[in-house]
């Protein structure tokens, strides 16, 4: 079975981060997204390798947030992938506007925070050791400028989170891959792409950093993989 390039990229993170072990059991975050729809194609052909063998299961949250949700045809589309790629996909439905408190605000930061609580609790309830979510490299440093510009902090999505409280890891296989490379494999594909289109949010902002990472590396995706190197090849002698 010959290697598309995300399966050779996605190899590659595995291999530098340790992303996968031997009985791992895996639950994906399944949102009908390019980046999930791309992560499950590509995981579940690489569970057939066996090297090492891994199980793994998709879990789709569907919530009562307005233009957040998908349509019946397309959901009914992403199961028959998923059936097609040897995946279980199970769907649940959180009430995540009815849980805001009075005078809290919707916002894309208490919605991402509900659905991950929800994937940790049906993850430590069904037995899996790792969460895989669909981040890829842009959604990587989009976050880093975030954090520095908006916190003060060194701080990002790590391609494989360790939980000091619970135990399940979130691993991000997609870590060195450009959002661009995926939305084209995508369309070469024909996959069905959902997004969040609920007024709530505050996605324009994080689309504004993109765009900033975009004028910062001139496009370039080798500019990118360099400053996710950086992480990890920090000179302490030079730094305030």
Not at 100 to 129: D, I, V
Not at 145 to 151: A, D, E, I, Q, V
Not at 178 to 198: D, K, N, P, V
Request: glycine share 8%; aromatic share 8%; proline share 4%.
């Amino acid at each position: 079975m010959a290697l598309t390039h995300i399966e050779k990229l996605i190899a590659k993170a595995v291999l530098d981060y340790r992303l996968l072990e031997a009985g791992d059991r895996i639950l994906l975050g399944a949102s009908g997204g390019k980046d999930s729809t791309t992560l499950a194609w590509a995981l579940g052909r690489r569970k057939k390798w066996n090297a090492p063998a891994f199980e793994i299961e998709a879990l789709r949250i569907a919530s009562d947030v307005p233009g957040g949700g998908m349509p019946g045809a397309a959901a009914q589309r992403l199961a028959a992938l998923y059936e097609e790629w040897g995946i279980p996909l199970y769907t649940m439905e959180v009430p995540i506007v009815e849980r805001l408190k009075p005078g809290q605000r919707m916002s894309c930061y208490w919605c991402s925070t509900q659905r991950r609580t929800e994937l940790l609790r049906y993850a430590m309830a069904h037995g899996f050791n790792k969460i895989a979510l669909g981040h890829h490299l842009d959604d990587v440093l989009a976050t880093l400028l975030m954090n520095m510009t908006k916190k003060g902090e060194l701080a990002t999505m790590p391609p494989r989170l360790k939980y000091d409280k619970y135990p399940v890891e979130i691993i991000r296989p997609l870590v060195l891959v450009s959002e661009e490379t995926i939305r084209g494999f995508a369309r070469e594909m024909g996959w069905l792409q959902i997004t969040c289109s609920c007024g709530y949010g505050d996605d324009g902002e994080r689309k504004e950093y993109q765009r900033r990472l975009d004028v910062l590396t001139a496009g370039s995706v080798d500019a990118k993989r360099l400053m996710l190197k950086s992480l990890s090849n920090i000179k302490e002698d030079y730094l305030a």
